[in-house]
T-cell receptor, first 111, second 117 residues
Framework: DAKTTQPNSMESNEEEPVHLPCNHSTISGTDYIHWYRQLPSQGPEYVIHGLTSNVNNRMASLAIAEDRKSSTLILHRATLRDAAVYYCILKERNAGNMLTFGGGTRLMVKP | GAVVSQHPSWVICKSGTSVKIECRSLDFQATTMFWYRQFPKQSLMLMATSNEGSKATYEQGVEKDKFLINHASLTLSTLTVTSAHPEDSSFYIC?????????????FGPGTRLTVL
């Protein structure tokens, strides 16, 4: 299984940008990189996903390294409501399209 | 955006009883839904894949006779925890797959917290 490595936790100040890293050195050519986040006592929420090119949406930006062995989720301006566990997940095409959750990064946002 | 609901949001039951949890995709059809379980301070663990019109596929170590899954329509999957015991107390989360295979996205429900006394 292709796996990801993320820091256990990160801290950020409110209204500052946050860069959440993810290493996935064993990624295969057809694996998509998905990011989800989970607020306390809630189900995970889809954030963004990409394959090779950087992606932007209303929630965040995803920067993917040229060799695809790492990626970074960028929150341009952190708010207190962004405090959550962020999961970086490789979507394996040949694994029934299931998501395998790792430990994620717990983001704490300080006012 | 895609919305997935779960009912109930929390349930407390006595040991030995059965509990049914519903998962609905409200604004899209989902041929595939997934059921996860999450213990406190741990990550989500996939329990089973629910396919509309066919039998669910269970992950290794998950008892299919204990966790009954029925995907009766393109918008509804149910998980029944039979003869629940305190060790089954957990946060149960479903997700529904939207889009074509390979480029699809999963949308998650808000979760159901089960407490077995």
């Amino acid at each position: 299984d292709a796996k990801t490595t993320q820091p256990n936790s990160m801290e950020s100040n409110e209204e500052e940008p946050v860069h959440l890293p993810c290493n996935h050195s064993t990624i295969s050519g057809t694996d998509y990189i998905h990011w989800y986040r989970q607020l306390p006592s809630q189900g995970p929420e889809y954030v963004i996903h990409g394959l090779t090119s950087n992606v932007n949406n209303r929630m965040a930006s995803l920067a993917i390294a040229e060799d695809r062995k790492s990626s970074t989720l960028i929150l341009h301006r952190a708010t207190l409501r962004d405090a959550a566990v962020y999961y970086c997940i490789l979507k394996e095409r040949n694994a029934g399209n299931m998501l395998t959750f790792g430990g994620g990064t717990r983001l704490m946002v300080k006012p | 955006g895609a919305v997935v609901s779960q009912h109930p949001s929390w349930v407390i039951c006595k040991s030995g009883t059965s509990v049914k949890i519903e998962c609905r995709s409200l604004d899209f059809q989902a041929t595939t839904m997934f059921w996860y379980r999450q213990f406190p301070k741990q990550s989500l663990m996939l329990m089973a894949t629910s396919n509309e019109g066919s039998k669910a596929t269970y992950e290794q170590g998950v008892e299919k006779d204990k966790f009954l899954i029925n995907h009766a329509s393109l918008t509804l999957s149910t998980l029944t925890v039979t003869s629940a015991h305190p060790e089954d107390s957990s946060f149960y989360i479903c997700s529904a797959r939207r889009g074509a295979a390979g480029t699809d996205t999963q949308y998650f429900g808000p979760g159901t917290r089960l407490t077995v006394l």
